[in-house]
C-alpha cells in the first residue's frame, strides 16, 4: 500500500476542525515534501518524525514521500500534525495495519526519540466535537464516535469533556501497540481509555474577611456579582480597591459544566489550563502597558486576548486612566456581545468573551482627590483632563461607578473585621438563582425587549427614572442598565417588584467620576 489517510485536528478559534493526513509513497529520489498550508512548526515535522521512526526501530522509507494536510486552505500551526503523519507513514509502508487508522484521531508533538510531547488545545479539540454535535442536534455516541490519541501529558484535559473516549499514550511505540492490539495482533497491548481527574473539592479564592470597612464598596461589589454588572471602583491609593477586585471571583455563583468547559477550551488554547483550575472562576489582571492585541486578541495565527482568557471570570483593569485609549476603545463592543472577532488578511476567528469587568483608577494624577488627611496637589483643570482619559462611550457601558474611601488614623485603628465571603456568596447565590428562575439569564444579559418585561417602572419608580435621567442626562443605554441594575438590588432584598429605594440605589452607582 503506498497510501495512507490519518484524521486529525486543527485550531481556527475556538473551532477545531478535522485536518485530513494523507500520506504517499511514490518512487524517485528520496524527499519529504508536506503540502496544505503549513508554517514552519508543522514544516519542521519532516525532521521530527524521520529521527522519531528510525529511533524507534521502524524502517524509514528511502523513497519519494508525499504529506497533504486537507483541506488545503486552512492554515496548519504548532507540532500537533507529527503523530499523524508518522503513523501515516508506517501505515504506508506496511508496518501498522492500515484499517484501524479511521476509528480514531490522533495528535502530538513527537521527540527525536520518539516520545510523544503535549500540545496545547486537546481540550478545545475535544469540546469541539461535543459543541458542533450538539449544533447538529445530534446526539453524542461514544461507541461510534472516534477516540483521541493524545500525548499523557494532555490527557486529562481532554477527558474533561467526558463524552469524547481519549487513549493516552507516551511514545510512538505505545500508539503502534495499541493499534495493533485493536487490529487483533495477539501480543499487543491496547491503551485504556483515561478518566478525568476532577477535583471534589471546591475552589478556593481570597477571602473578604481580610478587607476591613467599606462597606459601601462591599454592597456595590455584591450587586455587581449577583447581576454580572461592570463596576469601576475610584479612590486614593491604599483604600483597597485591587483587594477587593481579588475577592471578587470567590462571591461569584459556582461554575456550571458548560462554563467551566468554556473557559477552560479557551484556556487550553493559549497553553495556560491545569486541571487543578477546573470550575475555578478565572482572574486576569494585565498591566496597563498591555496592547490592544493582548487584550483583545490577535497575532499569526490569531491568539486568545485577555478579554478570551476571563470568558466567565473576572477582568481586572488597575488604573485604567493609564491604558492607552485605542486599548480601551477596544473594549466597548465585546462589552456588548460577549464576543470578539479578531479579523486578519488571511484569516477570520471568533472567541468568547463573557467576562465581568472590574476597574480601577485615582481621582487625579496624584491621587489623593478627596483624601480625608492628605492634600490633593491637582488643580481642578488636571484632576478633568485626568478622568476625560476614560471616553464617555466606554463609561457608559460600565454599570456602576463606586467611591472606595480613604479613612482617618482613628478610623483605621478601630475598624471591625469585614464579613467572610462565604456568607456574601450565599447571598448572591439565591439572588443568582431567582433571576435564572424568572428569565434563564443574568440581569445583565437582559435584552431591551426582556427589560420591558421583567424590569417593569411604573408609577412612582417610573417618575423617579425619568426625573433622574432628565437631570442627568442619561442615554437609552444608561437608562436599560440602571433599570438591570435596580432588577439585581431587588433580587438581593427577595422583592419581585421594583421599588423607589431599589431604584434609587441604582441610581447613586450612575454619577460622574467627578461626584464619586
Not at 420 to 437: C, D, G, Q, S, W
Request: aromatic share 6%; hydrophobic share 40%; with cysteine.
Amino acid at each position: 500500500m503506498t497510501l495512507a489517510v490519518v484524521r486529525s485536528r486543527g485550531l481556527a478559534g475556538m473551532s477545531a476542525p478535522e485536518v485530513t493526513v494523507e500520506v504517499h509513497l511514490a518512487n524517485g529520489l528520496p524527499a519529504f515534501t508536506l503540502v496544505g498550508l503549513p508554517d514552519t512548526e508543522v514544516r519542521e515535522a519532516r525532521e521530527r518524525v524521520r529521527a522519531a521512526l528510525q529511533n524507534s526501530r521502524f524502517d524509514f522509507p528511502m523513497r519519494r514521500i508525499t504529506v497533504n494536510l486537507a483541506p488545503a486552505d486552512l492554515p496548519k500551526e504548532s507540532g500537533r500534525f507529527d503523530l499523524p503523519i508518522a503513523l501515516g507513514i508506517l501505515a504506508a509502508t506496511g508496518q501498522l495495519p492500515a484499517r484501524v487508522l479511521d476509528r480514531y484521531e490522533f495528535a502530538g508533538e513527537l521527540s527525536l526519540s520518539g516520545e510523544l510531547r503535549p500540545v496545547r488545545g486537546t481540550l478545545a479539540m475535544a469540546y469541539a466535537v461535543t459543541v458542533g454535535a450538539a449544533a447538529e442536534k445530534t446526539a453524542v455516541d461514544k461507541s461510534t464516535m472516534r477516540g483521541f490519541v493524545v500525548p499523557f501529558e494532555s490527557a486529562d484535559e481532554a477527558a474533561l469533556v467526558g463524552q469524547v473516549p481519549i487513549y493516552p499514550a507516551k511514545t510512538l511505540l505505545q500508539v503502534v501497540e495499541h493499534l495493533r492490539a485493536d487490529a487483533g495482533e495477539e501480543g499487543a497491548e491496547r491503551i485504556e481509555v483515561h478518566q478525568a481527574m476532577v477535583r471534589l473539592t471546591p475552589p478556593t479564592y481570597p477571602d473578604m474577611f481580610d478587607v476591613k470597612g467599606q462597606l459601601a464598596a462591599r454592597r456595590a461589589l455584591e450587586i455587581a456579582a449577583a447581576g454580572g454588572h461592570s463596576a469601576l471602583l475610584v479612590g486614593p491609593p491604599g483604600t483597597g480597591k485591587t483587594m477587593l477586585a481579588q475577592r471578587f471571583a470567590g462571591i461569584l455563583p459556582p461554575m456550571t459544566t458548560d462554563e467551566a468547559l468554556e473557559s477552560a477550551a479557551v484556556l487550553s488554547l493559549a497553553g495556560q489550563f491545569a486541571t487543578q483550575r477546573w470550575a475555578t472562576r478565572i482572574y486576569r489582571s494585565p498591566h496597563h502597558t498591555a496592547s490592544a492585541v493582548a487584550l483583545v486578541g490577535g497575532g499569526n495565527p490569531p491568539m486568545p486576548g485577555e478579554i478570551s482568557l476571563a470568558h466567565h471570570g473576572v477582568l481586572f483593569l488597575d488604573e485604567l486612566p493609564e491604558f492607552e485609549r485605542r486599548v480601551l476603545e477596544a473594549l466597548r463592543q465585546p462589552l456588548e456581545s460577549g464576543r470578539i472577532t479578531v479579523s486578519r488578511a488571511a484569516r477570520q476567528v471568533e472567541y468568547p468573551a463573557k467576562f465581568q469587568l472590574l476597574a480601577a483608577m485615582n481621582p487625579c494624577p496624584c491621587g489623593y482627590f478627596g483624601h480625608k488627611t492628605i492634600e490633593c496637589r491637582c488643580t481642578p483643570d488636571l484632576v478633568a483632563r485626568y478622568q476625560d482619559r476614560i471616553s464617555g462611550p466606554l463609561l457608559d457601558r460600565i454599570d456602576m461607578r463606586v467611591e472606595v474611601s480613604s479613612f482617618t488614623e482613628e478610623e483605621i485603628t478601630t475598624m471591625n473585621d469585614g464579613e467572610p465571603t462565604r456568607y456574601v456568596a450565599e447571598r448572591v447565590r439565591k439572588a443568582y438563582n431567582k433571576a435564572l428562575a424568572r428569565q434563564g439569564k443574568l440581569n445583565d444579559h437582559l435584552q431591551p425587549a426582556e427589560i420591558d418585561q421583567f424590569c417593569p417602572a411604573d408609577g412612582a419608580v417610573k417618575q423617579l427614572l425619568h426625573a433622574a435621567a432628565v437631570r442627568l442626562g442619561w442615554s437609552m443605554r444608561a437608562y436599560h442598565r440602571v433599570l438591570k441594575v435596580s432588577r439585581t438590588v431587588a433580587d438581593l432584598a427577595g422583592a419581585s417588584e421594583l421599588a423607589t429605594s431599589h431604584v434609587a440605589e441604582a441610581i447613586q452607582y450612575r454619577r460622574s467620576l467627578r461626584e464619586v
